[in-house]
């Protein structure tokens, strides 16, 4: 069965942002394109990611997808560190408009996971990273992304599991203050998985 569903035309995704809600939600699907050096909004040289976010008060949980231009290369965590390719690749707390996350790559990504820092805004969202890529690595270092009217970009199969388990991740106590008590995004319970695009500043 396929994850995803048939990525949408990039006029569709790099659509106007939605305006964001009065209160800090990072809940939804948020797209962006991957583009090098001096190319700007060209769909066809550019790569596209995706993180598809569900926030439960302070606890955010989800999956990424990053591919390169016609998808030559991809990284959604289904080889990260256990090989599980199973469940949510992206776990993390919020504070206000920021949020602290670790998601599991499978190209070049250190097994402890990639660090970084997504702070929303009035319909966008950035995201930072805090370590250094490696070699290999697809996952960008800034990009801003734009929220999707899409709800998933997953197969709903598959974007049913992601949501329920997220819900269990959210509801699990805290190991210490600020820190969920989960196993590492890429060994979590369900087989749910991933998502597909708006502009950036990494280059392929």
């Known amino acids: 069965m396929m994850r995803y569903l048939i990525l949408l035309p990039a006029w569709w995704l790099s659509s106007v942002a939605v305006a964001a809600p009065p209160h800090s939600d990072f809940s939804g699907v948020w797209t962006a394109l991957v583009c090098p050096s001096g190319v700007k909004n060209d769909p066809a040289r550019c790569g596209h990611f995706v993180l598809e976010l569900f926030q ?3 606890k955010l949980c989800g999956s990424h997808l990053i591919a390169t231009p016609d998808a030559a290369q ?3 965590g289904a080889g990260g560190a256990g090989g599980t390719g199973g469940g949510p690749t992206l776990t993390g707390t919020v504070a206000a408009d920021k949020a602290t996350v670790t998601v599991a790559g ?8 990639v660090q970084a820092e997504l702070t929303l805004g ?3 969202l950035q995201w930072h990273r805090l370590d ?10 800034n990009v801003r992304l734009t929220k999707s009217r899409a709800k998933t970009f997953l197969n709903p199969v598959f974007a049913q599991q992601l949501s329920a388990a997220c819900s269990m991740i959210s509801i699990q106590p805290a190991d210490h203050e600020g820190t969920p008590a989960t196993t590492p995004p890429h060994q979590q319970l369900h087989p749910g ?12």
Not at 132 to 141: C, E, G, S, Y
């Open 74 to 76: 991809m990284d959604d």
């Open 132 to 141: 250094k890529p490696a070699r290999n690595d697809l996952l960008p270092v």
């Open 56 to 58: 439960k008060q302070d």
């Open 193 to 204: 998985q991933r998502t597909g695009l708006a502009e950036n500043d990494r280059h392929f």
């Open 122 to 124: 009035r319909g966008t």
């Open 106 to 113: 499978n190209r070049g990504a250190s097994p402890a996971g």
